[in-house]
């Protein structure tokens, strides 16, 4: 039986075991994780379709790892919960 399992699924699988839900994730594992790009990830957030990130300090951001979980569990269905559905203009 061959195995389908693809060598990115593998890593972020990997990461993802790695996260502890009480914890924070910077930049560098959010990309790798998510495999998308900055200004994507900064759209969806603006969208309410990615999790927010929450800053660390004056220049430091990070995402919530228990809200990464619940979004890579279903990225095209996540909506934060406290969103504001966009106005049209």
């Known amino acids: 039986m061959a195995n389908t399992t693809s060598s990115k699924e593998t890593a972020t699988s990997a990461v993802t075991a ?3 839900p009480e914890g924070f994730s ?3 594992t959010v990309r790798q994780l998510v495999g998308l790009g900055r200004e994507t990830v900064r759209q969806k957030e603006k969208r309410g379709q990615f999790p927010k990130r929450v800053a660390l300090g004056p220049r430091t951001a990070a995402w919530r790892n228990a809200d990464l979980l619940l ?3 279903d990225p095209a269905s996540y909506r934060v919960p406290d969103a504001k559905p966009e106005q049209a203009e």
């Open 71 to 73: 979004w890579l569990r």
């Open 26 to 28: 910077r930049w560098p």
């Open 18 to 20: 790695m996260l502890q």
